[in-house]
Nanobody, 125 residues
Framework: VQLQASGGGLVQAGGFLRLPCAPS????????MGWFRQAPGKEREFVAA????????YYRDSVKGRSTISRDNAKNMVYLQMNILKPEDTAVYYC???????????????????WGQGTLVTVSS
């Protein structure tokens, strides 16, 4: 599976961004699609994930309520909509995919087999 992430950029605090992720190479209908981020000097951390088949979604606490992860079956795309952005959201955002994960694995980067190249999100105060 190849993953192409995009949509990053510079945005003011309080603004919003939508990050698309385009998987290709094989169907991802049984996969978990995740978004992670990594700020300078920090470890990669979980942001959100969606089970493609069921549509179940998962979020880290700090983005819950202001972010939405979704998948579009017709377009074969995954999106991370982030609203009310904060300076602490500044990071490189990565799209990732894993064929099957139980709940306890979803937030752990090492369980994901496939990664996109990352897209930089910078939130200015």
């Amino acid at each position: 599976v190849q993953l192409q992430a995009s949509g990053g950029g510079l945005v003011q605090a309080g603004g919003f961004l939508r990050l698309p992720c385009a998987p290709s190479g094989r169907p991802c209908s049984s996969y978990v699609m995740g978004w992670f981020r990594q700020a300078p000097g920090k470890e990669r951390e979980f942001v959100a994930a969606v089970r493609w088949s069921a549509g179940s979604t998962y979020y880290r606490d700090s983005v819950k309520g202001r972010s939405t992860i979704s998948r579009d079956n017709a377009k074969n795309m995954v999106y991370l909509q982030m609203n009310i952005l904060k300076p602490e959201d500044t990071a490189v955002y990565y799209c990732a995919a894993a064929p099957r994960l139980i709940l306890s694995m979803i937030g752990v980067p090492s369980w994901y087999n496939y990664w996109g190249q990352g897209t930089l999100v910078t939130v200015s105060s």
